[in-house]
DNA sequence: GGTGACATGTAACGTGTTACATGATTTC
DNA sequence: GAAATCATGTAACACGTTACATGTCACC
């Protein structure tokens, strides 16, 4: 449900062609976002239908062969992406989500992201507490650990140091996303 | 191509029932892998076919009615995980399939990890490297940006911190998959 | 004249998601 | 005896992936 908003974004940021888009996700975007151009063209074609974006270049040579196309976001379509990233139901899990509604953000202007950032830590404060209460209970003794207990603890390790690093993260963003 | 291989560990930790199943990927396994129980029991009558695992408890009261069915792996089943780890093609934005990985290799044992271990460190070391270029050619002076630069600039750092968080934990883990 | 990048699409398939469906057991 | 939890499954749909297909343009 985000791959045709991170699209309509990227129109915003730039009128493109749907090969031109594929190559930014394959760069820029696709570091946190991954689309094939087969994706793109479907979502292209629906957008267009629901009158979301519009074709403005057609560079058509003379064949009936397709050439260039540049879409453009309607104001329907900006409109639409207003209210998606305005739809707090971000997963706690979808982080990229979050940046592509940032990247609306800094296209579009503030759209009020502090609330959702804030619901946001809240979550990961939460889990980040799970994961300190289950080395607490499982991971005590440092020492006296088993090879598989060892690799256990590994992987708690992560999830605690990625909490960590995002919650970190977010302090240093809130305040740019309060206005 | 990962969650069949996520339940087969999830059983070789303990044989349990789909429903057992469905309970564990809503809680530990759930905070780094998500399956819902009608996968969990698409993927288990799959393996059945491909005898990879079995049914063993199989409570049924008496009726007709479908009553515990606990499934335990069996050693085709085993020998398909060893050939999942140990096909080195994680991706690097996989990496919750690396924290499979690694599970598997606590419940089974050495397998030999470290060496797509650091085959990760290296494409991370190499995306950590292409985010400070981008950081020093576009952000260079810290003043002078507006809100949009702003924003983008705050996208990139939570690439740059999460890239150095993932990168001290691969430090970290690395000696233990040195055997 | 051949190769590689540009450019747009269709078709088939696999997986994940949502909704529906049924019945047994336990607890209040 | 009603409600919550245990327990298993089917069906339809949406989305992402892979493979196939076609044709242009620029450059050597």
Redesign the interface.
Known sequence: MSTPHAILISLLERPSSGYDLARRFDRSMG??W?ATHQQIYRELGRMLQQGWVAVIGETTGEAATPRKKVYQVLPAGRAEVVRWVQETDTDV?GRNVF?IK??A???I??LGLDAELERLVALHRA?LQTYLDIEQRDFSPADALT??????Y??L???I??E???L??AE??LP?LKS
């Open positions: 570091y946190f991954r899990d940046l940032l990247r953000e800094a296209v202007g503030p889990r090879h598989a207990q060892q690799v256990q590994a992987i390790k992560g999830g140091r990625s960590q690093s995002w970190a993260w240093e963003v740019l």
